[in-house]
T-cell receptor
Framework: RKEVEQDPGPFNVPEGATVAFNCTYS??????FFWYRQDCRKEPKLLMS???SGNEDGRFTAQLNRASQYISLLIRDSKLSDSATYLC????????????FGSGTRLLVRP | GAVVSQHPSRVICKSGTSVKIECRSL??????MFWYRQFPKQSLMLMAT?????????EQGVEKDKFLINHASLTLSTLTVTSAHPEDSSFYIC???????????????FGAGSRLTVL
């Protein structure tokens, strides 16, 4: 079983739609959680951190449920430029703070 | 902001040759660098953690004699793929941490990646 699991998609939505991605992680001692965005053939870029209380950054809302070991990302009012792969990332709890990446969920926003 | 330069961005080589990829932190000292590999439509897989002045720590299943990592200075880490074969073709990405005590995502900067194709 993968340490971080995501639905690969693709999610194909019209502009303006709301879309939600889910992610589960298996290591209950994981400390920190993040969503990254990766465009085709590019390096991943940090989109936002995920806090226990939930957090929002503009059109993006992230939620964390430690009891269920579940993370979500909600995108409201989708833009064409949101088309990318969204990676769920977990900080493994050991001395070197390694990041463990999910395989990503692909989003396609159509006009 | 912090910038990490990775070179070359793309390399094509013949089977059996060795390829070196450089990762440089341009405006900060990187005490820790991480090397990832990503196959098409798959996630980034951590290969090794590189600490300046010491031996790299390799993840399970990654051959240290195959993937040589050198972190000789606070601004440069190199990954050498020795005797490359077609199955080594992949996207290799480095990341660098500005903070010795915290390598969480909020202090990590990624290089733009190096796409290796082995013929």
């Amino acid at each position: 079983r993968k340490e971080v699991e995501q639905d690969p998609g693709p999610f194909n939505v019209p502009e303006g739609a709301t879309v939600a991605f889910n992610c589960t992680y298996s290591n209950s001692a994981s400390q920190s959680f993040f969503w990254y965005r990766q465009d085709c053939r590019k390096e991943p870029k940090l989109l936002m951190s995920v806090y226990s209380s939930g957090n929002e950054d503009g059109r993006f809302t992230a939620q964390l449920n430690r009891a269920s070991q579940y993370i979500s990302l909600l995108i409201r009012d989708s833009k064409l430029s949101d088309s990318a792969t969204y990676l769920c990332v977990v900080n493994r709890r050991d001395s070197s703070y390694k990041l463990i990446f999910g395989s990503g969920t692909r989003l396609l926003v159509r006009p | 902001g912090a910038v990490v330069s990775q070179h070359p961005s793309r390399v094509i080589c013949k089977s059996g040759t060795s390829v070196k990829i450089e990762c440089r932190s341009l405006d900060f000292q990187a005490t820790t660098m991480f090397w990832y590999r990503q196959f098409p439509k798959q996630s980034l897989m951590l290969m090794a953690t590189s600490n300046e002045g010491s031996k790299a720590t390799y993840e399970q299943g990654v051959e240290k004699d195959k993937f040589l990592i050198n972190h000789a200075s606070l601004t440069l880490s190199t990954l050498t793929v020795t005797s490359a074969h077609p199955e080594d073709s992949s996207f290799y990405i480095c990341s660098a941490s500005r903070d010795r005590l915290n390598s969480g995502a909020n202090v990590l900067t990624f290089g733009a990646g190096s796409r290796l194709t082995v013929l």
